[in-house]
């Protein structure tokens, strides 16, 4: 399976934070979930162009197998 990398993805959600929805993948893995946290800040204030009242960024862990397939198959951001 690999080893685990933190993925950062980034979401389109509605007022109050409801009916949120993943709408791009950041384009850098990251090898802890410390340091995917660590670089949120910046990486939301990158992706403020999407159409949402309510933009936010979340980690989730990854093999670094599915996180290539991953970012390879999503627009980044």
Known sequence: ????????????????????????????PYPSAEACQAAMGHVLGRNLDLDFPTVLARCRPESAESARRTLASLPHG
């Open 1 to 28: 399976m690999g080893p685990t990398l933190f993925i950062m993805a980034i979401l389109g959600c509605g007022d109050a934070e409801a009916l949120c929805r993943e709408v791009r993948i950041a384009s850098t």
